[in-house]
């Protein structure tokens, strides 16, 4: 019977522990960045063709 129960809570133990790991969603404040603004590309002319 003690065999039985050691056995067991080493099972509970060690699946309580992987469960326990990895980050589960965002545990952090992300840091507040200004947006970039977007800067228009420059206009070209189109080709001449003689």
Known sequence: MKRLFTALFTV???STLL???GQ???LFLPEETAPVPVQAE?????????
């Open 12 to 14: 509970v133990a060690i």
């Open 19 to 21: 469960a326990g790991c």
């Open 24 to 26: 589960k969603g965002p």
């Open 42 to 50: 420059p206009a070209t002319e189109p080709a001449q063709t003689e």
